[in-house]
């Protein structure tokens, strides 16, 4: 019977995993500026060293429409 058990919690914690996965939002956006000529990117992560957010969070890949804070 142990077995049947340790399947049993292992079902379990997968349904929880995927019930918590489907609940899950997208990554917001933001808006970073080039350190080096000032040009400017939009991304869910940071896109390295050269680079340092400049205004954000955003719904949207575009980085137009802003997202209001809760």
Do not use: H, V
């Not at 349904?15 to 040009?39: F, T, V």
């Not at 954000?56 to 804070?69: Q, V």
Request: charged share 15%; hydrophobic share 40%.
């Amino acid at each position: 019977m142990p077995s049947n058990s340790i399947a049993t919690i292992g079902a379990a914690a997968t349904l929880l995993a995927l019930c918590a996965a489907a609940l899950a939002g997208p990554a917001p956006w933001y808006q970073y500026r080039s350190k080096i000529d000032g040009q400017y990117a939009c991304s869910q992560f940071p896109l390295g060293p050269g680079w340092e957010r400049a205004m954000g969070p955003y719904k949207d890949s575009r980085c137009e429409k802003l997202l209001l804070a809760k």
